[in-house]
């Protein structure tokens, strides 16, 4: 990867050397998972993945990558356990919070999905005396389409440690630890088309 692209890590400090992580990145390319590598040169990560994509050659690939399928509409209680022993494990888990490939601004984030802050959740309180953070990670690609010295940055937030959530109710945890992730990964795009953002707009400016 360092070789073939031109790959800037910053804040790298805030990676654990030890102990459980759970990854929480945004989803700009099918690069992604090759330049989570880039920070991991020595473990094995794992990553969350929907069942969709284990189609063919592409699914032996990918296991062999560290994914392991996950209906994600419908996760059933032996995926969310295999998630929990490989917390209790001491592994890197990588999760795409946003759900989905998005080709948004460096700055931009799609709106996440609550899945990933409740499932930290439950690996934390399966695991009490594991300290588990949440790192969350942007990438910032030069080009959409990667090529020979695209330029890639990799931007690692502070982490969040969620045994700090379990103090709230369970919804609120999951949604402050959510709104958490969301601020440390980017502005949420709008997603109102430009035409009714302009009727909106003009409504707002006649009514003051």
């Not at 990438?139 to 982490?159: G, K």
Request: with cysteine; glycine share 4%; aromatic share 10%.
């Amino acid at each position: 990867m360092f070789l073939y692209f031109d790959v800037h890590l910053h804040g790298t400090e805030h990676l654990p050397t030890r102990g459980p992580i759970i990854l929480a990145p945004v989803h700009r390319s099918r690069w992604d998972a090759f330049v989570t590598y880039c920070l991991f040169p020595r473990r094995l990560l794992r990553f969350l993945t929907t069942q969709d994509e284990f189609v063919g050659l592409q699914s032996w690939f990918m296991k062999r990558l560290g994914a392991f399928p996950i209906n994600t509409q419908r996760p059933n209680a032996s995926a969310v356990r295999h998630c929990q022993e490989l917390v209790l494990a001491q592994q890197v888990l990588v999760i795409f919070p946003e759900g989905n490939l998005y080709y948004y601004a460096p700055d931009e984030v799609h709106p996440l999905k609550p899945g990933a802050a409740w499932l930290a959740l439950s690996c934390q309180k399966e695991a009490p005396e594991l300290d588990l953070p949440v790192i969350p990670v942007r990438y910032v690609y030069s080009d959409r389409v990667l090529r020979f010295r695209s330029r890639i940055e990799v931007y690692v937030q502070a982490p969040l440690k969620v045994r700090d959530y379990l103090s709230l109710a369970p919804k609120e945890g999951i949604r402050q630890l959510t709104a958490d992730i969301q601020r440390a990964l980017g502005d949420v795009v709008n997603e109102t088309p430009p035409d009714l953002r302009t009727q909106a707009q003009t409504k707002l400016e006649k009514s003051s």
